[in-house]
């Protein structure tokens, strides 16, 4: 459970971000949350809940936006999604995924903020 | 008063903190000609033995130590420390893995002298540290024969992270009925160029071919780094 950790790692950036930005009040965070991040969902959102309490976050969602596994395939010649986590191969063909390009990330990505 | 809400495109990497750490113990691990190994498992796979043998074998030759992370207790250290190689314990108390800071942390505070060879051994845990980059060079997953052949499938994310497959405890492979083509079969499935040893550190099985291939990694790394030296040597 490294998630709390995730969750006041997303705080901190937010509370910077607020504070360059001059933003009073933040309703939502968006996270991007790659399939091979290493981090729960539920569990993120739980400690984000949480952790938030009792700072300027209060009271504001976090959003996680789940991305798929993609992958460099040789085979077809372009980018394709994995057949999941367990089977990390082209889902059109079955080659062997060894170049991913995505899937890994764990991000700040957006923030809705009330003038 | 304007109240509707703005939506502000970010771009942050949530991790950028341990990463920009990492990336710097990296660079001073390269500029010091240190190779460093990660090690990640389950609680009792044997990562401790594991290392305790490696690094008996390999200090008679290089310049060995550990850094060796628990929630509790210096009882690994204190096993790890009979290799006769300089050890030190990272207690990370309720934390469930290492992160960059902690390993920059116990070596500033460490009079360990120049090193050829750092092992990292992460707290017993297939979740958390796969998120954490430590700055290593080598990453390695243990997993013993009694764990069950589809531990990569539940736990695909740590075994992708790794670099090498160590599956221990060889010697209760019949008792325990272990499938080794299903195990490859699965760990290919979440990291196909992944490198495969079987060992038993308790009675010695097979750690040769181990000790090998890291001594030829350690040569690896250091090459550019003495002709580097005999260089400034010459000139």
């Given amino acids: 459970m490294h998630e709390l950790s995730i969750a006041l790692s997303i705080i901190e950036i937010v509370e910077e971000e607020m504070q360059s930005r001059g933003a009073q009040q933040i309703l939502a965070v968006h996270v991007r949350l790659g399939a091979l991040s290493g981090v729960v969902k539920d569990a993120l959102i739980f400690s984000y809940d949480t952790a938030s309490e009792q700072t300027a976050l209060a009271g504001s969602r976090l959003v996680v936006e789940e991305v798929p596994v993609v992958m460099d395939c040789p085979e077809c010649g372009q980018r394709r999604e994995v057949r999941s986590p367990q089977q990390l191969c082209c889902a059109t063909c079955g080659t062997s995924a060894l170049d991913i390009v995505q899937g890994r990330e764990l991000l700040v990505s957006g923030l809705e903020v009330l003038e | ?235």
């Avoid at chain 2, 495109?9 to 949530?14: G, H, Q, T």
């Avoid at chain 2, 113990?25 to 043998?53: N, Y």
């Avoid at chain 2, 670099?163 to 079969?185: G, H, N, Y």
């Avoid at chain 2, 010695?204 to 030296?229: K, N, W, Y």
């Fill in chain 2, 1 to 235: 008063m304007n109240s509707q809400p703005r939506i502000v495109e970010v771009r942050k990497n949530i991790l950028k903190q341990n990463d920009v750490i990492a990336r710097r113990l990296r660079e001073r691990f390269q500029h010091e000609g240190i190779f460093v190994m990660s090690l990640v498992s389950s609680p009792g796979s044997g990562k401790t033995l594991f290392l305790e043998k490696l690094m008996s074998v390999l200090r008679h030759k290089y310049r060995v130590a550990a850094l060796v992370g628990d929630l509790a207790t210096e009882n690994d250290a204190l096993r790890l420390a009979r290799s006769g190689a300089p050890v030190k314990q990272i207690t990370t108390g309720t934390l469930c893995h290492l992160e960059a800071s902690m390993v920059e942390q116990a070596l500033n505070g460490w009079d360990v002298g120049p090193l050829d060879v750092l092992f990292v051994e992460n707290v017993g845990n297939l979740v958390c540290p796969s998120s954490y980059d430590l700055g290593e060079k080598l990453r390695v997953v243990l997993m013993s024969v009694t764990e069950g052949e589809d531990k990569p499938l539940k736990y695909p994310t740590i075994f992708n992270g790794a670099d090498l497959a160590v599956i221990t405890k060889v010697d209760l492979a019949a008792a325990a009925e272990f499938d080794s083509l299903s195990l490859e079969r699965n760990l290919r499935l979440v990291r196909p160029d992944i490198r495969i040893f079987y060992v038993s550190a308790k009675n010695g099985d097979a750690m040769d071919s181990c000790v090998d291939f890291l001594e030829a990694q350690i040569r690896t790394l250091r090459a550019p780094l003495h002709a580097e030296r005999q260089i400034q040597a010459v000139t």
